[in-house]
């Protein structure tokens, strides 16, 4: 089943190829920081707010933990 291969495939776990993260809305004050730091991850949206438009890589990752780590209203977070 093509479905259920692709899903296992791109599951996105810790470990995995990729991980997702999440911006919350109701926290961010839309100072751009992340965007600054990873680019490649984060954008800012029509609303003035950062928002993950990428899934994480191995070659992204410190970046992103930076970019959570340094986000001044801690918005920024893996999903589980």
Not at 49 to 70: M, V
């Amino acid at each position: 089943d093509v479905c259920s291969s692709d899903l296992d495939k791109n599951k996105l776990t810790e470990g995995s190829d990729f991980m997702k993260i999440k911006v919350d809305q109701n926290l961010c004050i839309g100072c751009g920081l992340c965007c600054g730091i990873c680019n490649e991850v984060f954008r800012m949206n029509e609303h003035e707010k950062a928002e993950a438009y990428q899934p994480a890589n191995d070659d992204n990752q410190s970046a992103l933990q930076d970019a959570i780590d340094s986000c001044p209203v801690s918005a920024i977070a893996w999903e589980d």
